[in-house]
């Protein structure tokens, strides 16, 4: 069966080299992936030599990736953590992990908001979900 599958992925990745996509993002595990409109955006991860990357883009719906660091966007290396969408208008994702942060979708800033209370201790490998938003 796993093996049906990386085959399935070689497949994806030729036909994005051939459709002459500037970026593609590599294999990776302990990143999220998050799908707010017609994008999903995919935060850090781990991809082995104990490397954790600050790698943050989406795939559109034409199927083009875009890395969002080539739009300035800076982010510090994160895997392990959780992100959903959220705000008053739905259209930020916020990231837990050893800190919490804000990315607006709309200006592709990142902040961390200020939260109040005790803070909870790191969670690895945890997960949120949005019903009803």
Known sequence: MAHKIYKILILIILSFLVNGQQFMPGPRVGHTATLLGNKI????????????????????????????KSQGVKFSQIDGH???????????????????????TKTNAITAPL???????????????SYGA
Request: aromatic share 16%; charged share 20%.
């Open 82 to 104: 959780t992100s959903n969408i959220g705000g008053a208008n739905q259209d930020s994702i916020f990231i837990i992990g050893d800190s919490i942060y804000r990315f607006d």
């Open 41 to 68: 955006y995919y935060v850090g991860g781990y991809i082995g030599n104990d490397i954790t990357t600050a790698d943050f883009f989406y795939l559109d719906e034409k199927s083009t990736w875009v890395d969002l």
């Open 115 to 129: 939260i109040l209370g005790k803070v909870p201790p790191r969670r690895i490998d945890m997960s949120a979900v």
